[in-house]
C-alpha cells in the first residue's frame, strides 16, 4: 500500500501538466484573401496558449481594439516592425487590430476557450473596412465548423 502511494505521488509530481501551445500570425501586406492582412486572420485557442505575432512585413503592428477583449483580460500593443507574444488567460473574444492599418481593415479574431463566432459583438465605432473583414471571419469560420 506504501508502495502505491509512492507510486502516485511521484507521478503526479513528475508527469507535466498540459502544455500551453504557440501559434504564429504573420502580419502580412497581401495575401491570397486580400490587402492588409493577418495569417491567419481567426484562431481558437485554450486559455494558457500564447501567441507570436511575426512581423513578416515591415510597418505592421499587433493591438487589442478597445472595448473588443473579455473582461478581466488586459490589453497589448506591439511596437510597429517588431514581433510580440501575447498570452491570452480569459476566455473570450479579442478583436486585434493593426494599429496603422485598422481603417482598412487588418484585424483578427482570437477565440480563447469555448464559444461561437457568430455570437461575438462587433463594439460600435468600428471603422466599416474593419466590420467587414470580421464578418468574413465569422462566416468562415462557420462553413468550416
Given amino acids: 500500500m506504501r508502495l502505491l502511494l509512492t507510486i502516485a505521488i511521484v507521478t503526479l509530481f513528475v508527469m507535466p501538466a ?3 501551445e504557440t501559434h504564429y500570425v504573420k502580419m502580412l501586406n497581401r495575401n491570397e484573401t486580400g490587402g492588409m492582412v493577418f495569417e491567419p486572420d481567426y484562431l481558437e485557442i485554450a486559455p494558457g496558449d500564447t501567441v507570436k505575432y511575426l512581423a513578416t512585413h ?5 493591438a487589442t481594439i478597445d472595448d473588443f477583449l473579455p473582461h478581466g483580460a488586459k490589453p497589448f500593443k506591439g511596437k510597429i516592425n517588431q514581433e510580440i507574444e501575447v498570452t491570452f488567460t480569459e476566455p473570450g473574444f ?9 481603417d482598412m481593415g487588418m484585424v483578427m479574431l482570437v477565440q480563447v476557450g469555448a464559444g461561437t463566432p ?17 464578418q468574413k471571419i465569422v462566416a468562415s469560420v462557420g462553413k468550416s465548423k
Fill in 58 to 62: 515591415i510597418g505592421h503592428n499587433a
Fill in 94 to 102: 479579442y478583436g486585434v487590430k493593426c494599429t496603422p492599418h485598422f
Fill in 118 to 134: 457568430s455570437s461575438m459583438v462587433i463594439p460600435d465605432g468600428m471603422p466599416k473596412d474593419a466590420i467587414t473583414r470580421f
Fill in 18 to 20: 498540459a502544455a500551453a
